[in-house]
């Protein structure tokens, strides 16, 4: 991959975490509004010496997806 692959992949990142950050903080406002999905419950596999647990939980909302597109925009002027 190529490194300006990997900083697209970094800022997308970065702007979901930023994104939660503000939905949290704007707890009862509409930027919290959005979907979860995934795994309710963790799946375990017991190999007698062993445990592992599997579990994946997303949660997108309006905030996020603000950060999302707030973090293409840098991306745009950064490359």
């Known amino acids: ?3 300006k692959n990997w900083t697209l992949i970094l800022l997308i990142l970065v702007g979901f975490v930023i994104g ?3 939905g949290t903080y ?3 406002t509409w930027l919290n509004y959005g979907q979860e999905f995934g ?3 963790p799946v375990q596999l017991d190999m007698g010496f062993v445990i592992l647990t599997f579990g994946l939980q997303i949660r997108i909302t309006i905030a996020s997806v603000i950060g999302v ?3 293409l925009l840098v991306y ?3 490359k």
């Open 1 to 3: 991959m190529k490194r």
């Open 69 to 71: 597109l707030l973090s």
């Open 26 to 28: 704007f707890s009862g």
């Open 76 to 78: 745009k002027f950064v």
């Open 39 to 41: 795994l309710s419950n």
């Open 20 to 22: 939660r950050f503000i």
